[in-house]
Nanobody, 120 residues
Framework: QVQLVESGGGSVQAGGSLRLSCAASGYTYSNYCMGWVRQAPGKEREGVALIHSNGLTIYKDSVKGRFTISRDNAKNTLYLRMISLKPEDTATYYC??????????????WGQGTQVTISS
């Protein structure tokens, strides 16, 4: 079955950086749409970054220029490089995967999440 395991979260000060990783297994990783979604306390889950199987990327407006999503198909691993972090980036970050058309709604498989906390 599909398994997604995130790592790399932590607590940093505003302006700092983090890199999240997501190890995928149980499916043909290179064929799947992959994404990072976050959820802050008391807020709805929101899409952060999406990457198609062909490498095309899509970002939430508020993270453009600060976050970079990438994938290593040889290692079945998804990454999210985050720089210039802001307190409003504080959330639990989830790795997600989906087959078929690549979209936020198409993400069907989820990891357990990793916490990112940004202090001012």
């Amino acid at each position: 079955q599909v398994q997604l395991v995130e790592s790399g979260g932590g607590s940093v000060q505003a302006g700092g950086s983090l890199r999240l990783s997501c190890a995928a297994s149980g499916y043909t990783y290179s064929n799947y749409c992959m994404g990072w979604v976050r959820q802050a306390p008391g807020k709805e889950r929101e899409g952060v970054a999406l990457i198609h199987s062909n490498g095309l990327t899509i970002y939430k407006d508020s993270v453009k220029g600060r976050f970079t999503i990438s994938r290593d198909n040889a290692k079945n691993t998804l990454y999210l490089r985050m720089i210039s972090l802001k307190p409003e980036d504080t959330a639990t970050y989830y790795c997600a995967a989906g087959a078929g058309f690549c979209s936020w709604d198409g993400l069907r498989y989820w990891g357990q999440g990793t916490q990112v906390t940004i202090s001012s």
